[in-house]
């Protein structure tokens, strides 16, 4: 029998089932241990999602059975369930994209097999304005974790000597981020991501071929991507915290700058199962970034 309970949360009472399906095979985890594991980390979580349009990468019959994306408002969704509208270019028309603003909303996403938050760099207020860059760090085939924590320092002694601070994160995947806060209203999206590709042709002439801007779609041969174009309108990015739809579940984690110069971790380190232990030792080192936003200086 499949397991079914009541959760009250956000003064709202939101229904979760399924409970022992299993979503990851080869760890024996389940879509109740996914929803728990969002329910412990909403209020670290929360913060980056509030206010920012989603995508969402849903696998109902688990990770291993095949997942698509998603960034519309399901038309089953409660009316309490917010979202804002969006005119793509690829399509006549708007279309409601999802915005999660408490546990309630989280959950319920969840309970319909959301595994993966991928959050705009704007806010539903004014979409138009990125409140932070994100540098992408995507290894080479032939390259290791290792020299994508090496290419992370080198953006972190590129950003101080310009007068910014970068907050480092986990992908998730194989490689990392490194967002930049900005300062609200002040730059379009075409504005950042004309600044970051002129950022990281400067790390591809300083860095010793260790970074390198792509050339397609595929990321070939040493050296370790700076895919720039992240920053477009509408493009979007793994949220701190996001459980990942890989084998293992690992989470995208923010990092204090010690822990990657220490190394000694790779992406897998980070998973569902140990992650909520490792907030509640540590707190979120990213927690500052949201506090304010920079202005990008001329290159």
Known sequence: MSLREVWKLAGLEVGVKNLDKVFWPGRGWTKGDLLRYYRTVAPYLLPYLRGRPLTLKMCPDGVAAGCYYRRKRPGHAPDWM??????????TGQVPL????????????????????????SSARDLGHPTWLVLDLDPGDR??????LEAALWVRRELERMGLEGWPKTSGGRGMHVLVPLEPGRYTHAQVRAW????????????????????????RGAGVFVDYAQNGYGRNTAAPYSVRARPGAPVSTPLDWDEVTAGGFDPA?????NLPARLERGGDPMREMLAGGARLPEL
């Open 143 to 148: 390259s290791r974790f290792a020299d994508v």
């Open 196 to 219: 970051a590709k002129g950022f990281a042709l400067r790390l591809a002439e300083r860095s010793h071929g260790l970074l390198r801007l792509p050339h397609g779609a595929t990321h």
């Open 82 to 91: 917010p979202t804002v509208l969006y005119n793509p270019k690829t399509r």
């Open 269 to 273: 380190s980070f998973h569902l199962g």
């Open 98 to 121: 999802i915005l999660v603003e408490n546990e309630a909303h989280l959950i319920w996403l969840v309970n319909q097999a959301a595994v993966e938050f991928h959050v705009w760099a």
